[in-house]
């Protein structure tokens, strides 16, 4: 059951919406805001993977343990029906990546093995009488795990460190010494990664280790990282994507399609173009080949296309024809068309595609796997007979997993939030269109209305920008923007021009040119929901984090309209970030024209920094210490430059977290509580939005696309 209790550190947020209880609603109970601890109430669903008969669905179920401040993980087994699920392990861990072996009486999986210093492991379950088994013992953890065709191997990839450049070497220290710890060597061109620290260096390899365990058997070589593994039909070969060129450091986008011969480890490059091509995925019949890729055109944004060969690699064809919306991921349907996922206005979809290119959706509410903001998300499986299980989202709701069924109707299996929700109103989603003050061009967002929403009251509003900048929000569930609206604001979350969702031509509207025009729909947006006349023109504040950081940052060097501004892992100066971000070797060259030394112009008249003279908002900041793909440095600029101006101006600093600030719960918590207590010495109203309504019923029925 959710804790009733409140965390110390949002309780300025909490006490500025009232802190009340609802009164009771007509038809039930008193429900409550949406609180901090909360966050550590959530589960999700993740990773569903049906069963090769279709009759039982694996998938992975996420929670968060509240006294580590960790996302727990557990495989849990539920019937195609609904009529019955249970977890695989007695309490939640590590485990994950659970994969059908090709006849379904057996589930490989990934988890940590017991024992001290071990890591993580492939183990195999044996479903009659679930007897579980380790068959690694590897140095590594494993992913990509891909069954053979007669289910007697399982490949898998992972990395393999090499010894790397080694300059001097160090005396013998005197026994009993205590020197400092020794130096590093780095002549490797990422040298560091998000999330992850100091790259170690080495590659990502394929391995095959039998089903029954033992010695994997290492396949690849080379300076390469090879993924993306699937098994021809006979099990004589097995197909990878990887970059095996000699300039492939400073080409991060390229990759091809090769298959090896299991016999004698011999490659064959099956595709050779610039551009990506990977996911290999093998046809029912095992004659061709589908897979993703695009013609390298160094833009900002290329829509990922779906293509069908032969197995030899022979007869190259885009079955995409004019589709719009880049494809996230194939599987095929019988021997003559696709399902694929992808992204359409904010809403991930699944749809079947015909080899003319036609699309015909299916399923239209993928999603709920981004617990912290409303990106879109999710992720599927598929039999041969079509039946898919997939992981359903809703704006009120994290994943849960839902079936289509062979008639083509949908059904939720699942209810993992419910309990939570029978004593929690969260805020209702609205959509919004408008029409950009720059060029007309159409523009799509969403409000978040706080709950006991009255259109009578005038509320404060806080405009949130999303990140990527190529990426996409839609009508999902957002733990931080239901914790804004707990605290009595009307969020509105917006799709400005560079989104993804709404085809390559609206992406790359800000190629080479953003920040720019997106600025125009962002201001757009805020007076199109000010005309509905429930939002106070006067408390408007606004939050973005990386993409949305660096537009959070641009608009308070543009107005001044803004009550307060809290601006989470910037870039701020364009020509420090493309010299200092881990993703370097791709930033310089598909997001501006040139090198920063041969145009430095260019990168300085996008950096927020060459607004600064203009700022009066006030401006949190608020980064991970261990960010390396918008550095710590990016926000300490911009925070010294606002307090040389005398601009009123604070900084927040998360230690250990990566640009994925609220990868932790507690940290996710810290990361709202901190600006909303920013936007409370700038609020001005009292907070007005103190009830909430019961929740009304909702169907079993997952929405499917008519």
Same mark, same amino acid.
């Given at each position: 059951m959710p804790f009733a209790r409140r965390l110390t550190l949002c309780a300025s947020f909490l006490v500025a919406s009232g802190g009340a209880v609802a009164a009771a609603a007509a038809d039930g109970p008193a429900k409550r805001p949406f609180e901090a601890l909360d966050v550590f109430e959530l589960e999700y669903a993740s990773?569903?993977?049906?069963?090769? &008969? #279709?009759?039982?669905?694996? =998938?992975?179920?996420?929670?968060?343990?509240?006294?580590? &401040? /960790? +996302?727990?993980?557990?495989? %849990?087994? $539920?019937?195609?029906? #609904?009529?019955?699920?249970?977890?695989?392990?007695?309490?939640?861990?590590?485990?994950?990546?659970?994969? %059908?072996?090709?006849?379904?009486?057996?589930?490989a999986y990934v988890a940590k093995a017991s024992g001290e210093g071990r890591g993580a492991e492939i183990f195999v379950r044996y479903m009659d009488d679930g007897t579980t088994v380790a068959i690694t013992n590897l140095p590594e953890s494993p992913g990509g795990l891909a069954w053979s065709p007669?289910? /007697?191997?399982?490949?898998?990839?992972?990395?393999?460190?090499?010894?790397?450049? /080694?300059?001097?070497?160090?005396?013998?220290?005197?026994?009993?010494?205590? %020197?400092?710890?020794?130096?590093? *060597?780095?002549?490797?061109?990422?040298?560091?990664?998000?999330?992850?620290?100091? +790259?170690?260096?080495?590659?990502?390899? *394929?391995? *095959?280790?039998? +089903?029954?365990?033992?010695?994997?058997?290492? $396949? /690849?070589?080379?300076?390469?990282?090879h993924g993306s593994i699937e098994w021809s039909a006979d099990g004589a070969s097995i197909l990878f994507s990887a970059n095996r060129n000699d300039d492939h450091e400073l080409d991060p986008v390229e990759s091809d399609i090769f298959s090896m011969s299991l016999a004698?480890?011999?490659? !064959?490059?099956? !595709?050779?173009?610039?551009?990506?091509?990977?996911?290999?995925t093998l046809s029912p019949d095992g004659k061709r080949i589908a897979y993703l890729g695009f013609d390298d055109k160094r833009l900002g944004y290329h829509g990922v296309k779906a293509y069908v060969m032969n197995t030899d690699g022979s007869g190259v064809r885009d079955v995409s024809g004019a589709f719009d919306r880049s494809i996230d991921d194939i599987s095929w349907m019988g021997n003559e068309a696709l399902l694929i996922q992808y992204d359409d206005r904010g809403r991930t979809l699944l749809g079947r595609l015909d080899f003319d290119g036609k699309v015909t959706p299916l399923i239209k509410d993928i999603g709920g796997t981004a617990i912290g903001r409303p990106y879109t998300s999710g992720g599927f499986t598929a039999t041969d007979t079509g039946v898919v299980a997939y992981t359903s989202g809703r704006s009120n709701r994290p994943a849960d997993i839902a079936i289509l069924r062979a008639d083509k109707t949908a059904r939720r299996l699942t209810r993992l939030n419910d309990d939570l929700a029978a004593d929690i109103a969260f805020g209702d989603v609205e959509e919004l269109t408008w029409k950009s003050s720059a060029d007309d061009l159409e523009v799509q967002g969403w409000i978040l209305k706080p709950p006991q929403f009255d259109p009578s009251t005038k509320y404060p509003m806080i405009l949130e920008i999303h990140g990527g900048p190529f990426a996409a929000y839609g009508p999902q569930f957002s733990a931080e923007a239901? $914790?804004?609206?707990?605290?009595?604001?009307?969020? $509105?979350? !917006?799709?400005?021009?560079?989104? !993804?969702?709404?085809?390559?031509?609206?992406?790359?509207?800000?190629?080479?040119?953003?920040?720019?025009?997106? =600025?125009?729909?962002?201001?757009?947006?805020?007076?199109a929901l000010i005309a509905k006349g429930y939002v106070d023109k006067d408390q408007l504040f606004v939050t973005g984090g990386s993409g949305g950081g660096v537009l959070s940052a641009w608009i308070v060097g543009k107005t001044g309209r803004f009550a307060a501004a809290a601006v989470a892992k910037p870039v701020i100066n364009w020509t420090s970030f493309a010299l200092t971000a881990d993703g370097y070797p791709f930033f310089y060259k598909y997001w501006f024209d040139k090198p920063p030394w041969e145009d430095n112009e260019a990168y300085w008249k996008r950096s927020p920094l060459s607004l600064v003279g203009n700022v009066t908002t006030p401006t949190m900041l608020i980064t991970g210490e261990a960010d390396y793909r918008t550095p710590m440095s990016e926000t300490e600029q911009f925070y010294q430059a606002l307090k040389l101006r005398e601009v009123e101006t604070a900084m927040v600093r998360v230690p250990g977290a990566s640009h994925l600030i609220a990868g932790r719960p507690s940290n996710l918590v810290a990361k709202v509580g901190n600006i909303l207590g920013w936007f409370d010495k700038y609020r001005t109203d009292a907070g007005d939005a103190d009830g909430v309504d019961a929740e009304a019923a909702e169907s079993d029925e997952a929405s499917a696309s008519e």
């Amino acid at each position: 059951m959710p804790f009733a209790r409140r965390l110390t550190l949002c309780a300025s947020f909490l006490v500025a919406s009232g802190g009340a209880v609802a009164a009771a609603a007509a038809d039930g109970p008193a429900k409550r805001p949406f609180e901090a601890l909360d966050v550590f109430e959530l589960e999700y669903a993740s990773d569903p993977q049906i069963s090769p &008969d #279709g009759s039982d669905i694996a =998938y992975v179920r996420r929670s968060m343990d509240v006294m580590t &401040d /960790t +996302a727990r993980s557990n495989i %849990w087994l $539920l019937s195609a029906d #609904g009529a019955s699920q249970r977890p695989l392990f007695p309490e939640p861990g590590s485990y994950g990546s659970p994969r %059908w072996s090709p006849d379904g009486d057996r589930l490989a999986y990934v988890a940590k093995a017991s024992g001290e210093g071990r890591g993580a492991e492939i183990f195999v379950r044996y479903m009659d009488d679930g007897t579980t088994v380790a068959i690694t013992n590897l140095p590594e953890s494993p992913g990509g795990l891909a069954w053979s065709p007669d289910g /007697t191997q399982i490949a898998f990839a992972m990395f393999v460190q090499d010894d790397g450049l /080694t300059l001097a070497k160090p005396p013998k220290k005197p026994e009993g010494a205590k %020197w400092a710890e020794p130096v590093k *060597v780095i002549d490797q061109m990422v040298y560091r990664r998000d999330g992850s620290g100091y +790259a170690r260096p080495g590659s990502r390899h *394929v391995f *095959v280790v039998s +089903a029954d365990g033992g010695t994997p058997r290492r $396949l /690849t070589d080379g300076a390469f990282d090879h993924g993306s593994i699937e098994w021809s039909a006979d099990g004589a070969s097995i197909l990878f994507s990887a970059n095996r060129n000699d300039d492939h450091e400073l080409d991060p986008v390229e990759s091809d399609i090769f298959s090896m011969s299991l016999a004698d480890k011999s490659v !064959t490059r099956l !595709t050779d173009r610039d551009g990506p091509d990977t996911g290999p995925t093998l046809s029912p019949d095992g004659k061709r080949i589908a897979y993703l890729g695009f013609d390298d055109k160094r833009l900002g944004y290329h829509g990922v296309k779906a293509y069908v060969m032969n197995t030899d690699g022979s007869g190259v064809r885009d079955v995409s024809g004019a589709f719009d919306r880049s494809i996230d991921d194939i599987s095929w349907m019988g021997n003559e068309a696709l399902l694929i996922q992808y992204d359409d206005r904010g809403r991930t979809l699944l749809g079947r595609l015909d080899f003319d290119g036609k699309v015909t959706p299916l399923i239209k509410d993928i999603g709920g796997t981004a617990i912290g903001r409303p990106y879109t998300s999710g992720g599927f499986t598929a039999t041969d007979t079509g039946v898919v299980a997939y992981t359903s989202g809703r704006s009120n709701r994290p994943a849960d997993i839902a079936i289509l069924r062979a008639d083509k109707t949908a059904r939720r299996l699942t209810r993992l939030n419910d309990d939570l929700a029978a004593d929690i109103a969260f805020g209702d989603v609205e959509e919004l269109t408008w029409k950009s003050s720059a060029d007309d061009l159409e523009v799509q967002g969403w409000i978040l209305k706080p709950p006991q929403f009255d259109p009578s009251t005038k509320y404060p509003m806080i405009l949130e920008i999303h990140g990527g900048p190529f990426a996409a929000y839609g009508p999902q569930f957002s733990a931080e923007a239901q $914790l804004y609206a707990a605290a009595g604001y009307v969020v $509105l979350y !917006t799709n400005p021009r560079g989104s !993804t969702s709404y085809g390559a031509d609206f992406a790359n509207e800000i190629h080479h040119n953003y920040p720019g025009q997106d =600025y125009d729909d962002l201001m757009s947006g805020v007076d199109a929901l000010i005309a509905k006349g429930y939002v106070d023109k006067d408390q408007l504040f606004v939050t973005g984090g990386s993409g949305g950081g660096v537009l959070s940052a641009w608009i308070v060097g543009k107005t001044g309209r803004f009550a307060a501004a809290a601006v989470a892992k910037p870039v701020i100066n364009w020509t420090s970030f493309a010299l200092t971000a881990d993703g370097y070797p791709f930033f310089y060259k598909y997001w501006f024209d040139k090198p920063p030394w041969e145009d430095n112009e260019a990168y300085w008249k996008r950096s927020p920094l060459s607004l600064v003279g203009n700022v009066t908002t006030p401006t949190m900041l608020i980064t991970g210490e261990a960010d390396y793909r918008t550095p710590m440095s990016e926000t300490e600029q911009f925070y010294q430059a606002l307090k040389l101006r005398e601009v009123e101006t604070a900084m927040v600093r998360v230690p250990g977290a990566s640009h994925l600030i609220a990868g932790r719960p507690s940290n996710l918590v810290a990361k709202v509580g901190n600006i909303l207590g920013w936007f409370d010495k700038y609020r001005t109203d009292a907070g007005d939005a103190d009830g909430v309504d019961a929740e009304a019923a909702e169907s079993d029925e997952a929405s499917a696309s008519e």
